[in-house]
T-cell receptor, first 115, second 113 residues
Framework: NAGVTQTPKFRILKIGQSMTLQCTQD?????MYWYRQDPGMGLKLIYY???????DKGEVPNGYNVSRSTTEDFPLRLELAAPSQTSVYFC??????????????FGSGTRLTVV | GQNIDQPTEMTATEGAIVQINCTYQ??????LFWYQQHAGEAPTFLSY????GLEEKGRFSSFLSRSKGYSYLLLKELQMKDSASYLC??????????????FGKGTKLSVKP
């Protein structure tokens, strides 16, 4: 039982490049989330999904896209990387049952630097 | 608007007790969570409160007052490994029936010998 798996763990991008941050969970959770965490700023919600085929914007969606074709996978796409997207990205998941009591299960994070 | 406030940093001594406060103003309320996050790692679940009162779990306890928009996390018998950031998060009423978590900026706790 791996939980929530994120890849890559680290990445350096040049301005204007694109990349996809991968997130997979094996807990059959309906809900999945992408957050970014900047120093001193707390976790900000980028996008979330309540099930396969359904996604919605969070607080800071600009510059990002997501898809949810399966229950397990929730990739985050950066199309034109900008220095403002330098951050640590966390994917998380929860189910309706456990989510009520335990909140989210987080992946280990992706540390992205845009130069 | 959504606002969650907690102190930026705290320092305490090994073996002591520390209380980390959190106040919140959110458009909806569907529970309050505390997470622990060690440097360079992911947040991990500590506690959950949805009704007023104290929830105790070993060395950690969490209190909630919904009328005051206030919670605290109490850590007893502090150990060096408790040095970490502590995140207060409120679940709002959006994002389907479950709601999404809104996080405070976190309190960095340093435990000294």
């Amino acid at each position: 039982n791996a939980g929530v798996t994120q890849t890559p763990k680290f990445r350096i991008l040049k301005i204007g490049q694109s990349m996809t941050l991968q997130c997979t969970q094996d807990m059959n959770h309906n809900y999945m989330y992408w957050y970014r965490q900047d120093p001193g700023m707390g976790l900000k919600l980028i996008y979330y999904s309540v099930g396969a085929g359904i996604t919605d914007k969070g607080e800071v969606p600009n510059g990002y896209n997501v898809s949810r074709s399966t229950t397990e996978d929730f990739p985050l796409r950066l199309e034109l990387a900008a220095p403002s997207q330098t951050s640590v990205y966390f994917c998380a998941s929860s189910s309706l049952g456990t989510g009520i009591l335990y909140g989210y299960t987080f992946g280990s994070g992706t540390r992205l630097t845009v130069v | 608007g959504q606002n969650i406030d907690q102190p930026t940093e705290m320092t305490a001594t090994e073996g002591a007790i520390v209380q980390i406060n959190c106040t919140y103003q959110t458009s909806g309320f569907n529970g309050l969570f505390w997470y622990q996050q060690h440097a360079g790692e992911a947040p991990t679940f500590l506690s959950y409160n949805v009704l007023d009162g104290l929830e105790e779990k070993g060395r950690f306890s969490s209190f909630l007052s919904r009328s005051k928009g206030y919670s605290y996390l109490l850590l007893k018998e502090l150990q060096m490994k408790d040095s970490a950031s502590y995140l207060c998060a409120v679940r709002d009423n959006y994002g389907g029936s479950q709601g999404n978590l809104i996080f405070g900026k976190g309190t960095k706790l340093s435990v000294k010998p």
